[in-house]
């Protein structure tokens, strides 16, 4: 290949998590790869996440006894994302490939050093639909040392957990007055501490443990990482992606791509103008994504004939969002507040209109529904007094003072009465009044007549799992009575290119460019506009990257 200031066999635009994985997997094959990032830092949005993988049938699941099967996820998937001819990156064939895939991604992963464990409770989020797991699917690394990757590890960004816990542990911890595991696990925490003090240990958790595993697999099989290193432009020559324009030392710096190109950049969830075009009403300032989720590399496919879909969707992230609280890097959520017992959601006429448990990105779609004939963003979520003292808020801990500008902007509203409430919301005080009956009815019948609330083993692993008979139904009775705003957020979009099961990026006919590959929030979800357990944006994002890396060395 000629005219290339250097060429590689295959080129990795961003740096998620499906990125090293596609890095890692080149390399092993005898292969030469470069992971180009254009942030000063590695790992996207996946490090700062949770960093859970949602893998059916994994091996743990299987050492710990818990049954599954690829025919019962393809059940599930079959019954909870479905066959739509709008979602074309979910279709039939991707799904059957992400199932079969992703075991093997995660054996060829633990072949190579790298070490993971299962959540041991994180049921499906529709645990009715046939083939659900309630154990659940959950995939996470261990705790990793960052100090393991010597100077690379400046280059790591950080997670939004910094506490050196599991994340096992870290989801105890907050019933730590009550239980003794949670004791244990907080034991187990200070004991770390103190043992990474005197060891000279820094351990990280949750995604930063999971890209720090993977960027040191990468490393270690030969791959490049590089940032500061923004892709501008994809190069074809004869109707084939054969490299990328990048940036070195301020001047274009073109790079040859032998094999292909994968573009995991990210979605566009900070491109505003790009939000008003495919999903007008929403806000930049309502994600949690890494500074690079800006869109360009979803245009720059598109100008090359990639076909676009599911645009308008993306990963639901309800938001408790005080004042100032837009410019936080990580937005505080919403659901563990108003799935809690004692808690509801309500739209500006008062009236309750879902299910406050369930999945977050189905939550916030309602949340936009309603809106569009009662207003509903924002929509107040009414406590009372038992959440106050009892549940984080907005990033605050259980019972502590909270700001006097939340209530002097309008964030949070404290009465004495639930009449008193609404008046302060604005509200009529019958109408609220009256929500609030209803709800308490079902409590006491132990049923949500009207959202099936509880109902759902992922509705009472949301709530407190001390609070009996139902973990999420608990009337609201106590004073005072609080109300605080609750809008749509999210975490990621759900739209861009549509690729196939072999992560090819297809051209409006169906056809694949030749040597373009696509994984993560650049392509269209395999999971159409649902969220169907935790871990379905970053599990697929290594498989497909696994497959990309796979074809493209088979192929040649």
């Known amino acids: 290949m000629s005219g290339f200031d250097e060429t590689f066999d295959f080129v990795v635009v961003g740096s998620g998590g499906g990125s090293m994985c596609a890095a890692i997997v080149a390399c092993s094959a005898g292969k030469s790869a470069v992971v180009l990032e254009k942030c000063d830092q590695i790992g996207g949005t996946t490090a700062r996440s949770g960093g859970v993988m949602w893998i059916p049938n994994n091996p743990f699941m299987a050492k710990a006894g818990v049954p599954d099967s690829i025919e019962a996820a393809t059940k ?13 990156g979910a279709s039939k064939a991707r799904r059957k ?36 797991s ?13 100090n393991e990757l010597g100077e690379a590890k400046k280059l790591l960004r950080p997670n939004f957990l910094t506490l050196p816990v599991s994340l096992e542990d870290a989801l105890k911890l907050p019933h730590v007055k009550k239980s003794w595991p949670a ?100 806000s930049t300032g309502h994600t949690s994504v890494a500074e690079g989720d800006t869109g360009e590399m979803i245009q ?8 676009i879909a599911q645009m308008d969707s993306f990963v639901g992230s309800q938001l408790a969002l005080p004042p100032g609280g837009e410019a936080w890097p990580i937005k505080p959520g919403a659901q563990g507040l108003t799935a809690a017992p004692h808690a509801i959601l309500v739209d500006q006429s008062g009236v309750r209109y879902l299910n406050e448990g369930g999945s977050y990105t189905e939550y916030c779609q309602r949340m936009i529904e309603r809106n569009k004939s009662v207003p509903a ?5 009414i406590f009372d007094n038992r959440v106050m003292k009892n549940v984080m ?61 509880g109902a759902r083993a992922y509705d009472r692993w949301l709530g407190d799992p ?63 506009r649902t969220s169907p357990g935790s871990g379905v944006n970053v599990g697929p994002s290594l498989v497909w990257g696994y497959v990309a890396a796979k074809d493209a060395v088979e192929a040649a």
């Open 377 to 381: 963003v924002p929509s107040y979520a």
């Open 76 to 88: 599930y998937l079959d019954a909870v994302v479905g066959d739509h001819n709008d979602t074309p």
């Open 466 to 528: 001390f609070h009996k008979p139902n973990e999420t139904l608990g009337e609201i009775s106590e004073g005072p009575f609080h109300a605080l705003t609750v809008i749509p957020g999210d975490v990621g979009t759900l739209g861009g290119v549509v690729t196939d099961e072999k992560a090819r990026v297809l051209r409006e006919d169906g056809t694949p460019i030749a040597g373009l590959y696509a994984t993560g929030v650049s392509a269209a979800s395999v999971m159409g």
């Open 300 to 307: 720059e496919m598109m100008r090359h004939g990639a076909a």
């Open 183 to 282: 004791k244990k696990a907080l034991m187990r925490m200070g004991l770390r501490i103190i043992g990474a003090k005197l060891t000279g240990k820094n351990y990280v958790t949750a995604g930063a443990a999971l890209q720090g595993r993977m960027m040191q697999a990468a490393l270690k099989a030969g791959a490049q990482l590089r940032v500061k290193s923004a892709v501008k432009e994809l190069i074809v020559a004869d109707g084939r992606v054969v490299g990328v324009v990048t940036e070195k030392d301020g001047k274009p710096h073109r790079v040859g791509a032998r094999l292909g190109v994968l573009v995991n950049a990210g979605g566009f969830a900070l491109n505003q103008a790009m939000r008003d075009q495919y999903m007008p009403g929403t």
């Open 97 to 132: 490939a992400l199932l079969e895939e992703g075991p093997r991604m995660l054996d060829f992963l633990i072949g190579k050093g790298l070490k993971f464990s299962r959540i041991s409770s994180w049921p499906d989020y529709y645990d009715e639909a046939p083939g659900s």
């Open 393 to 453: 808020i907005a990033g605050t801990m259980p019972g502590s003072a909270k700001p006097a500008e939340w209530t002097e902007k309008g964030f949070l509203h404290t009465a004495d009465t639930i009449e008193g409430l609404a008046q302060s919301l604005g509200v009529d005080p019958a109408a609220l009044r009256g929500t609030v009956d209803r709800f308490n009815g079902f409590v006491a019948k132990g049923h949500d007549d009207d959202f099936k609330r």
């Open 134 to 146: 309630v154990p659940g699917r959950t995939v996470v690394a261990d705790l990793f040392d960052a």
